[in-house]
């Protein structure tokens, strides 16, 4: 792994423990020596991950879209930007700059990310690891969902293993290193049980 892409909310409207959990985020991935790719933001968990990476003397690339490159958004201390015409060009772009995917916490549009990654990776489009960073059990009842969605037939159990998830970035990151994809992720294609 060389680039970790990550996936949070812009809100400033959250407790604070989310805000330093993504700082957190930000200086561990720099402390490992690996390049931080993500949304550009200023606001929230975006900008806090960027500082805790910035801080700790890491790489950030931010990816944005034109309708979100304002001084108000945008982050401007970053390493690199890119702004792209619009959200569908700045995922795919992400996508391309990173070998693993972390979701911190966040509403739709990190959900919609997170998920499309999976996807991704549920039809062979990539191999590469995803997880989540489950700050204060914030996506416990996203995974108790992901086992319901599993138990009733929605996903296979190879599914289910493509998403790792752990409670500090230390050991988040620990996990996506190890991360080998699940066997049989094709089972869907061909309906062998």
Same mark, same amino acid.
């Given at each position: 792994?060389?680039?970790i892409c990550v996936y949070c909310g812009c809100?400033?409207?959250?407790?604070?423990?989310?805000?330093?959990?993504?700082? /957190?985020?930000?200086?561990?991935?720099?402390?490992?020596? $690996?390049? @931080?790719?993500?949304?550009?933001?200023?606001?929230?968990?975006?900008?806090?991950?960027?500082?805790?990476?910035?801080?700790?003397?890491?790489?950030? *690339?931010?990816? =944005?879209?034109?309708?979100? #490159?304002?001084?108000?958004?945008? +982050?401007? !201390?970053?390493?690199?930007?890119?702004?792209? %015409?619009?959200? +569908?060009?700045?995922?795919? !772009?992400?996508?391309e700059l990173s070998d693993a995917f972390v979701?911190?916490?966040?509403?739709?549009?990190? $959900?919609?990310? $997170?998920?499309?990654?999976? *996807?991704?990776? /549920?039809?062979?489009? +990539? /191999?590469?690891?995803?997880? @989540?960073? #489950? *700050?204060?059990?914030?996506?416990? &009842?996203? $995974?108790?969902?992901?086992? +319901? =969605?599993?138990?009733?037939?929605?996903?296979?159990?190879?599914?289910?293993?493509?998403?790792?998830?752990?409670? *500090? &970035?230390?050991?988040?990151?620990?996990?996506? /290193? %190890?991360?080998?994809?699940?066997?049989?992720?094709?089972?869907?294609?061909?309906?062998?049980?």
């Amino acid at each position: 792994m060389k680039a970790i892409c990550v996936y949070c909310g812009c809100s400033d409207q959250v407790q604070p423990v989310y805000l330093e959990s993504a700082r /957190q985020m930000g200086a561990v991935v720099a402390e490992r020596g $690996l390049a @931080l790719v993500y949304g550009a933001g200023s606001t929230g968990l975006m900008g806090a991950l960027a500082d805790g990476a910035l801080e700790a003397g890491g790489e950030v *690339t931010g990816v =944005i879209p034109a309708i979100f #490159n304002t001084p108000v958004l945008a +982050h401007t !201390r970053l390493t690199r930007l890119e702004v792209l %015409d619009n959200m +569908h060009e700045r995922k795919r !772009r992400m996508i391309e700059l990173s070998d693993a995917f972390v979701a911190l916490p966040g509403g739709f549009g990190t $959900l919609e990310e $997170l998920f499309e990654v999976l *996807t991704w990776a /549920q039809i062979g489009l +990539h /191999q590469k690891p995803v997880g @989540l960073l #489950n *700050t204060r059990g914030y996506f416990d &009842p996203l $995974l108790k969902l992901l086992d +319901h =969605i599993e138990s009733e037939g929605f996903i296979y159990s190879e599914h289910r293993g493509l998403l790792t998830h752990a409670e *500090t &970035p230390a050991a988040l990151l620990d996990a996506l /290193q %190890d991360h080998r994809p699940p066997a049989g992720l094709e089972r869907w294609l061909t309906r062998e049980t």
